[in-house]
C-alpha cells in the first residue's frame, strides 16, 4: 500500500528521513524525485494550507503531514479516497515517533539524511499498517483529537503547471522542454533591435573603410 516514506524540514525542505526499501523500478524512482520537489515547492509557499494534505498525480497520490515544523511523506498507489484513511493513520503515528526520537535536533542538523536510522521504524510501522482502512490496527497509537479537513490538490496545480497534461515527475520537464518553446513577444522585440543595430554598425564601417 505505502510506496514510500520521507521526513524532511519545513524551512528549507532538507531531508531528514526515509525508508531504504530499495526499488528496481524507474517509475518509483521517478516518484522519490517527484515527492522532493513537492517538498520544495511547499516550502517556497510557506507552507500547505492544511496540515493535512493530499497531493494528487496520475495513478497515485502523496499524502502529506506537517507537524512542529517537519512534513511528513508517504507515496500510495491509488486514488485519494481509497487511500487516505490509513495513510494519515500511519504519518499521524510516525510523526509522534519522530519527534520524541528527534525532536530537540532538527533545527539545528545541516547534513541531509542526519536521521536515516528511524527507517527501522518506518519500515516497521508500515508493516503493521499495510491493509489497515479506516482505523489503525491494534497497538498504534493513536489520538482523539479531531483532524483538520483534508486538502486535496492536483500535482499540477501545486507545482504550477495548470496548463500541462496530469502527471507527476515528468510535467516539469514537459513545460520546459517540450511542446511550445516559442519565443516570447518581448524577446522577438530584442532580436530585432539586435539585428537594427548590427547593420546599422555594418553601414558605418563600410562608409568609413571605403
Known amino acids: 500500500m505505502f510506496g514510500f516514506t520521507l521526513i524532511a524540514r519545513q524551512r528549507d525542505a532538507l531531508a531528514l528521513a526515509a525508508d531504504t526499501e530499495s526499488s528496481t523500478s524507474q517509475e518509483m524512482e521517478r516518484c522519490k524525485v517527484t515527492a522532493k520537489n513537492v517538498f520544495r515547492r511547499l516550502t517556497q509557499l510557506g507552507g500547505a494550507a492544511s496540515p493535512y494534505l493530499t497531493v494528487e498525480c496520475t495513478g497515485y497520490c502523496f499524502h502529506i503531514l506537517t507537524q512542529k515544523g517537519v512534513m511528513h511523506l508517504t507515496m500510495c498507489e491509488g486514488g485519494p479516497t481509497s487511500t487516505s484513511a490509513a495513510s494519515f493513520s500511519f504519518l499521524e503515528d510516525v510523526a509522534r515517533e519522530f519527534y520524541n526520537q528527534y525532536g530537540e535536533l532538527i533545527d539545528a542538523t ?89 547593420l546599422l554598425f555594418g553601414a558605418v564601417a563600410f562608409i568609413y573603410w571605403y
Open 110 to 198: 545541516t547534513k541531509a539524511y542526519s536521521f536515516i536510522k528511524f527507517d527501522a521504524y518506518l519500515q516497521k510501522t508500515k508493516k503493521l499498517f499495510s491493509g489497515a482502512t479506516a482505523r489503525p490496527p491494534p497497538g498504534a497509537s493513536s489520538s482523539s483529537a479531531p483532524r483538520p479537513p483534508i486538502v486535496k490538490q492536483r500535482f499540477n496545480e501545486l507545482m504550477g503547471y495548470v496548463d500541462s497534461p496530469a502527471g507527476g515527475a515528468g510535467a516539469a520537464s514537459r513545460k520546459s522542454g517540450g511542446g511550445t518553446t516559442g519565443l516570447t513577444d518581448v524577446q522577438i522585440v530584442l532580436i530585432a533591435v539586435g539585428a537594427a543595430v548590427l
